[in-house]
């Protein structure tokens, strides 16, 4: 039988089996609408805001600042066309980084065609973006700058206390995604200088379907869903009580969790990234080595092509991903390698291990064992190879 050892955990992650008992009630037994005027109504409203209260406590920031969405994505586009569209009469000029998640990238990309300026700040050779060069490109005009946090590809993290404090002294709205970091990294959003903020439950071991923007007080900004008023008539919809109720319990084991499982990860990470390195002749570490999430590692293999590499591992019982999941099906290079200088080939021969809760020392040794075999049989027949 062939060993099963899950490394896409950016990907997506199990639920944790105390988040589903947490949720299990809330798909049959209290199962009421929070709109609903009744006693099962405000069963699951009081849930909802025991969980929204959760959730504002590790971000520092108030109940009331937390609005649930459907996804990342939805929180994404939520915080870009909403501050877009509230504050255009000041300006239409958005700067992003160049290695944003497609979920950003498309979104700005569609308000160009609505009449908006974007200019992407290029990252040095680690995926590192420069404060100096933000101040440089915000106009008079500029209204929003959003960068990623934690980098879904590349693990690179990004100063965003320092990128937040150039925003707020230039009186520029600051949006952060913080899909891959939440849970991970300590985050204050005042502290910070954080107005928007992005997080998904399934990166943290809670449900699929269920993200948050976090909009700070104040902030003006115009809701993409009309209907019921829900979510203080920013986000109209029926709201996912069970899946916001695993989120708020997936974000508290991680919270409770994340030094210690930081440090294991950490240790677990490098072992990982020296023995490819070691073993492995004609390889490339992606991103900053030093200020990386803790469970990520991406590799980029000369002379071979990602997909065929992930193909093997597969048959071997391994489960990596050549990039982003959202957009890996495009066989194209991936944008976040090209951005950091790479050459097509080695964006297209670079693989992304993502570690996490379940992850063992046999595992990394497992990885160890096998792939430099697989990656010397590719090249074998490589028609890259000189």
């Not at 909802?48 to 971000?59: D, G, Q, T, W, Y």
């Not at 992003?96 to 290029?122: A, C, M, R, Y």
């Not at 600051?174 to 005042?190: L, P, Y």
Request: aromatic share 6%; net charge positive.
């Amino acid at each position: 039988m062939v060993k099963k050892i899950y490394l896409d955990y950016a990907s997506t992650t199990p639920v944790d089996p105390k988040v589903l008992k947490e949720m299990l009630p809330y798909f049959s037994d209290k199962f009421g609408n929070t709109m609903s005027f009744h006693d099962k109504g405000a069963e699951a409203l009081e849930a909802v805001e025991k969980a929204r209260i959760k959730i504002a406590n590790v971000l520092n920031a108030k109940p009331e600042e937390i609005i649930f969405t459907s996804s990342a994505t939805e929180a994404n586009n939520l915080a870009i066309k909403g501050i877009a569209y509230a504050n255009s009469n000041r300006g239409k000029h958005i700067i992003i980084s160049s290695i944003e998640h497609d979920s950003v990238l498309n979104t700005v990309n569609w308000l160009k065609t609505q009449g908006f300026e974007i200019t992407e700040l290029p990252v040095d050779k680690n995926g590192l973006v420069d404060s100096k060069n933000l101040e440089k490109e915000i106009r008079r005009n500029t209204i929003l700058v959003s960068m990623i946090h934690g980098n879904n590809e590349i693990g690179t993290i990004q100063n965003i206390k320092l990128l937040g404090e150039t925003c707020k002294k230039n009186n520029v709205f600051f949006h952060t995604d913080t899909s891959q970091s939440f849970g991970k990294i300590e985050i204050d959003v005042n502290k910070d200088n954080i107005d928007l903020l992005t997080a998904s439950s399934h990166k943290i071991y809670g449900p699929k379907g269920v993200g948050l923007l976090y909009i700070k007080s104040g902030i003006p900004i115009t809701p993409l869903l009309h209907g019921g008023g829900h979510e203080r008539n920013l986000r109209s919809s029926t709201l996912n009580v069970p899946g916001i109720i695993g989120f708020a319990k997936a974000t508290e084991i991680a919270w409770k969790e994340l030094k210690k499982e930081n440090k294991r990860l950490i240790k677990l990470r490098d072992k990982l990234i020296n023995g490819i390195l070691k073993r492995i002749s004609n390889t490339k570490l992606n991103g900053d080595i030093k200020d990386r999430l803790a469970n990520n590692v991406n590799i980029s293999f000369s002379f071979i092509e990602g997909e065929s590499l992930l193909l093997e591992l597969n048959l071997e019982g391994i489960f990596v991903s050549t990039g982003s999941a959202c957009s890996s099906p495009k066989l194209e290079p991936s944008k976040i390698l090209m951005a950091l200088g790479r050459d097509v080939e080695d964006a297209h021969g670079s693989i992304r291990f993502s570690l996490g809760r379940w992850t063992t020392d046999n595992d990394i040794n497992y990885v160890l064992k096998v792939l430099p075999e697989i990656v010397k049989r590719l090249r074998k027949f490589s028609p890259f190879k000189d």
